[in-house]
């Protein structure tokens, strides 16, 4: 895989920080949604109640995903600042620029990423 230039690491540093802004709007707009809702049985049919209990859920598992998300674009903004930015965690080979420019904040290679979730 190809070393990463540093005219690419800018452009992903300037991914990276749009990406921990926007992640941070989104969490921040669905905090009140992701709220256990108050099912008032007595004007919620039982169909309304159901698909709020579902979209609640979908908002929940977005929520842990950006959670995680906004994490690693994090912590790839620590590495670029330590100059550590582009290899992966585990093998410490490079990550590849391809794959850094589909998801900059990346943390492993995409071998060590496919074993990762095999073994979850
Ligand atoms: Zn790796």
Not at 43 to 54: E, H, K, L, P, W
Not at 56 to 62: C, F, L, P, R, V
Not at 83 to 107: M, W
Request: with cysteine; charged share 30%; net charge negative.
């Amino acid at each position: 895989m190809d070393e990463i230039s540093a005219a690419q690491i800018e452009a992903l540093h300037a991914q990276l920080l749009e990406l921990v802004e926007q992640l941070q709007a989104t969490l921040d707009s669905t905090r009140d949604a992701a709220r256990p809702v108050e099912l008032d049985q007595t004007t919620m049919g039982r169909v309304s109640r159901i698909d709020a209990i579902q979209q609640q859920k979908m908002i929940e598992a977005s929520r842990r995903n950006q959670t995680v998300r906004l994490r690693q674009a994090r912590a790839a903004l620590a590495r670029i600042a330590d100059d550590e930015y582009g290899d992966c965690l585990k093998c410490d080979e490079p990550i590849g620029t391809a794959r850094l420019t589909a998801r900059p904040e990346s943390p492993f290679c995409v071998a060590c990423q496919g074993r990762a979730e095999k073994t979850r």
